[in-house]
C-alpha cells in the first residue's frame, strides 16, 4: 500500500519536531525523556519525547509522533496542539504554517508565557490556559474529570499558575588564541 502523497507531506512537521527538541535540549537546562505511549484508549502507541525543565517552576513540553504523520505538542498540563489538526485534502493545512506555530507555541513557553488554572462550577471542573508570547496570544478551556480536577487541586492548580521561563545553560566558553 502507498502512502498518500497528500498526507506524506506533513512528515516536515516530525523533523521540525526533532530539530527544535534538538536546539531546546541544547539552549536550556533540561532533561529528556523518550517513551512509548497512547495518547487515548483505543490509540496506537506512539513515540513521545518530553523536555522536563530542571525546575518545578517551569512547565514541560512534550511531542508525540503520530502515525499521520503529524505530532501531538504538550505545553504545561493542559495545553494541547495536534497538528495537522485535520490531514484532508479539502483542509488543505500548510505544512510550513504548521512548523511556524509549533515554534511560536514552544518559544512562548520556554519565555514563561503558559498560565494554567482550574476552576470548579455548579457542572464540574474546567480547565483554563492561556499562552502568550511573540506572534501569539490564545486562550483554551476544557472540562476535567473528577480525578484530574482533585489531582490538579493538589497540585497547587486551585490558584492561577504562571509558569516561569525555562532556565538557559551557561554559555560554553571559547578559548582564543595562545598569546605568547
Known amino acids: 500500500?502507498?502512502?498518500?502523497p497528500h498526507v506524506a507531506r506533513f512528515a516536515v512537521l516530525q523533523d521540525a519536531a526533532e530539530a527544535l527538541l534538538d536546539?531546546?535540549?541544547?539552549?536550556?537546562m533540561v532533561d529528556r525523556r523518550e517513551s512509548?505511549?497512547?495518547?487515548?484508549?483505543?490509540?496506537?502507541l506512539v513515540r513521545l519525547e518530553r523536555l522536563m525543565p530542571r525546575t518545578p517552576a517551569a512547565a514541560p513540553l512534550a511531542i508525540a509522533f503520530t502515525e499521520t504523520p503529524g505530532?501531538?505538542?504538550?505545553?504545561?498540563?493542559?495545553?494541547?496542539?495536534?497538528?495537522?489538526?485535520?490531514?484532508?485534502?479539502?483542509?488543505?493545512?500548510?505544512?510550513v504554517q504548521l512548523v511556524e506555530l509549533l515554534r511560536l507555541q514552544a518559544a512562548a513557553l520556554v519565555?514563561?508565557?503558559?498560565?494554567?488554572?482550574?476552576?470548579?462550577?455548579?457542572g464540574g471542573s474546567w480547565y483554563e490556559s492561556r499562552l502568550i508570547g511573540v506572534g501569539i496570544n490564545a486562550r483554551r478551556e476544557g472540562p476535567l474529570t473528577r480525578e484530574d480536577s482533585r489531582e490538579a487541586r493538589r497540585s497547587g492548580f486551585a490558584a492561577p499558575v504562571?509558569?516561569?521561563p525555562w532556565p538557559?545553560?551557561?554559555?560554553?566558553?571559547?578559548s582564543g588564541p595562545e598569546e605568547g
Open 1 to 4: 500500500m502507498r502512502a498518500d
Open 168 to 174: 538557559a545553560r551557561p554559555l560554553k566558553e571559547t
Open 162 to 164: 504562571q509558569w516561569a
Open 111 to 122: 519565555e514563561g508565557g503558559l498560565w494554567e488554572r482550574v476552576r470548579r462550577g455548579v
Open 23 to 28: 536546539e531546546l535540549a541544547e539552549r536550556y
Open 71 to 95: 505530532i501531538a505538542l504538550r505545553l504545561g498540563r493542559w495545553w494541547v496542539e495536534t497538528l495537522p489538526g485535520c490531514s484532508c485534502a479539502v483542509c488543505d493545512e500548510d505544512p
Open 36 to 44: 512509548k505511549e497512547s495518547l487515548g484508549a483505543a490509540d496506537a
